[in-house]
């Protein structure tokens, strides 16, 4: 630690910060909430905050996290005053590793916020399609370029939990909302409102908002994903360069018992030859014969080839609800739609 002080004291006045927060590597949170904790804090003579303790004559900080202005380095650390070290208040098992919330005032309180959820899904079928084989099952055939572009989208509203950044890949992607979501944290509101049962609706116009882009605003892949999705931002881009080097189009959990392959899941990846061929056919697309979103995707692009389709590698719980390593387990207690 001294070492690290060491090497902060040493930066130049433009390479220093107003604020220096030191988290342990098993810390969840929202960066959205540690803004909110920053900008309370500069708010406040609070230089140090953290699990607050005082022995010998001086507060230290201990837990999970804490937080040193950029004054303190230009005071002792032996200070004698309450005033420069506020000390926290810390709710009883606050930091375990999926359950966090951080509020300052004079003092910062830890109080449990959860991510929860729970998905079912049971749908009958028999298949009218040819097997669709899996990405990883695919020979690579297509020289890979180095600068892949990618457009990552979810559909935000007021069921979305508020800690939705705390996931790497949720804070890459784009949060397209209903015109009146109240939930904060919307890039793109959407000139309608939507109903779980007529999602049909939104994938249509979310759509037609990616066709109207500019031609140097599309990206060689889009990826539609679930509110609650766990994966990792490197997970991901290593499908999108396996994908690439395929003739696969669309790549999720493919449904073959329909007249067309559709890509259910809680996440499905296409290209941007898949959406021309979706800005071509949306202006006769008939919408009312479909209602769920990845079924209504499906029938736009109206694929029954299975050379342009492919399953994703889905690693057991890993993607959906439930994710768990040898040190983090996440689990989500609702679903994300209801």
């Not at 220096?20 to 969840?28: A, R, S």
């Not at 800005?279 to 697309?285: E, W």
Request: hydrophobic share 35%; with cysteine; proline share 4%.
């Amino acid at each position: 630690m001294a070492d690290t002080l060491s090497v902060f004291c040493g930066y130049s006045d433009d390479k220093k910060t107003d604020f220096y927060v030191k988290i342990d590597d098993d810390l969840i949170m929202s960066p959205s909430e540690l803004d909110d904790i920053i900008r309370h804090m500069a708010a406040t003579p609070c230089q140090y905050a953290g699990g607050m303790y005082t022995r010998d004559g001086f507060y230290w900080a201990t837990g999970q996290i804490y937080i040193f202005t950029r004054a303190v380095f230009d005071e002792t650390l032996r200070a004698s005053t309450v005033k420069m070290w506020t000390p926290l208040s810390f709710a009883k098992n606050a930091y375990n590793p999926f359950r966090t919330k951080l509020v300052i005032g004079c003092m910062i309180v830890l109080s449990v916020v959860s991510l929860s959820g729970v998905y079912y899904l049971f749908r009958g079928h028999t298949r009218v399609l040819p097997i669709v084989r899996q990405l990883g099952d695919i020979k690579p055939t297509i020289p890979v370029k180095d600068n892949i572009t990618t457009t990552i989208y979810m559909y935000r509203g007021d069921f979305s939990s508020p800690y939705h950044d705390i996931f790497a890949l949720h804070m890459k992607a784009l949060k397209i909302c209903d015109k009146d979501t109240k939930t904060g944290g919307c890039d793109v509101k959407l000139k309608s409102n939507y109903k779980y049962g007529n999602l049909s609706v939104k994938t249509v116009d979310t759509l037609k908002m990616f066709c109207q882009y500019s031609e140097d605003k599309k990206t060689d892949f889009y990826v539609k994903v679930d509110d609650d999705l766990i994966m990792s931002a490197s997970k991901l881009d290593e499908i999108i360069r396996q994908m690439a080097a395929t003739p696969c189009q669309v790549a999720g959990s493919i449904a073959d018992y329909s007249p067309f392959y559709w890509p259910g899941g809680q996440i499905y990846i296409y290209t941007r030859a898949a959406l021309e061929i979706a800005c071509k056919r949306l202006p006769t697309f008939q919408i009312s014969q479909y209602n769920a979103e990845d079924v209504t995707f499906g029938g736009i692009i109206n694929s029954s080839d299975p050379d342009t389709v492919c399953n994703l590698d889905a690693p057991p719980n890993h993607w959906h609800i439930n994710y768990k390593d040898k040190r983090v387990k996440i689990h989500y207690y609702e679903q994300h739609n209801d």
